[in-house]
């Protein structure tokens, strides 16, 4: 991890989607080395449409979507159809859903989305010029320094596609650990709670 550089990243706090096609899935005969062209880890909305979804949706019907899509995460869009975050479906079921469906005394199926999702403003987002100039151990170092398992792109101010930690494991068959990390006060008490609850 030492040879690889974390890319230069901030985030933006709502930008527009842009608009893409559907295409298949993208077959690999080989495994990539992490030496290779971090593009080649890149989801490119202009040839693979993400999932989209409402961030009033509750969580039952986000996962039944989830479900029937196949996909592993959606793009969370706001009334103006402008990008807000990323709803990994592993959060789902995870403490955070447990956790606010027991504190807002509601059926676990009913918890809007837009608790559950990561605000895209705690996002690495780096542009598609970077990510041309780098490596797929740059996005992994990258991704560690942030603590997250996405990597927005962007170009000209427009989120253009989406790097997830899961997509870099599946090309190179490589291991990716990101040390997630409390952010916030809320983040950190939730995380002595849950520490709580176990013990």
């Known amino acids: 991890m ?12 709502i930008v527009k989607n842009k608009s893409a096609k559907h295409a298949g899935p993208q077959f690999l005969q080989r495994k990539l080395s992490w030496n290779e062209s971090a593009l080649n880890v890149l989801i490119d909305f202009s040839f693979q449409r993400p999932l ?19 996909a592993r995460y959606a793009c969370v869009m706001n009334s103006d159809n402008e990008l807000v975050g990323i709803l990994p479906k592993q959060e789902l079921y995870g403490r955070t859903a447990i956790n606010m469906a027991r504190d807002l005394r509601i059926p676990h199926g009913d918890v809007s989305i837009d608790y559950l999702m990561i605000p895209i403003a ?9 990510l041309q100039q780098a490596k797929i151990g740059d996005v992994v170092a ?54 709580d609850a176990i013990e």
């Open 122 to 130: 705690k996002l690495p987002l780096v542009s598609r010029q970077q």
């Open 142 to 195: 990258t991704l560690h320094r942030s603590g997250q398992d996405y990597l927005l792109v962007h170009d000209d101010n427009e989120i253009i596609g989406i790097v997830p930690a899961l997509r870099i494991v599946e090309l190179t068959g490589e291991s990716v650990q990101i040390p997630h990390h409390a952010n916030s006060f809320v983040e950190i008490m939730n995380a002595v709670r849950h520490r």
């Open 2 to 13: 030492s040879s690889y550089t974390a890319l230069s990243f901030s985030a933006l706090p």
């Open 52 to 70: 989209e979804i409402n961030q009033t949706l509750e969580l039952d019907r986000a996962e039944a979507l989830l479900e029937a899509t196949k």
